[in-house]
């Protein structure tokens, strides 16, 4: 999962994935060792479910908890605004746009 993820990230490609109830759609940023000291993946949401509500946004997915990784064909063209290289949300980072 972790070579799909460095891979998507490089290529820009989109990730979808089950999480937490249902199916996530995102464009991902972000990948290394959350500030607790788990694998995550810090990526813009653009479609899917969301146990807040919030379905489209900024998010950080814990990679334990990911079921069913697909990377898409489709890609986006730019980070997101709001993207902040350097993410203070993890405190090793694999890869990053």
């Known amino acids: ?3 799909k993820i460095i891979n998507a990230i ?3 490609q989109i990730l979808e994935f089950y999480y937490d109830g249902g199916i996530r ?3 991902p940023h972000c990948f290394g060792v959350t500030t607790k000291g788990n694998n995550g993946l810090r990526a813009f949401q653009i479609e899917g479910y969301s146990k ?3 379905t489209i ?4 997915f814990l990679l ?4 069913s990784l697909v990377v898409s064909d489709q890609v986006f063209l730019e980070p997101r605004t709001g ?6 949300g993890m405190s090793n980072i694999y890869k990053e746009l």
């Open 64 to 67: 334990s908890d990911i079921i």
């Open 83 to 88: 993207y902040k290289k350097g993410d203070r």
């Open 57 to 60: 946004g900024w998010k950080m």
């Open 1 to 3: 999962m972790n070579s």
């Open 10 to 12: 490089e290529n820009y």
């Open 52 to 54: 807040s509500g919030e």
């Open 25 to 27: 759609i995102v464009e």
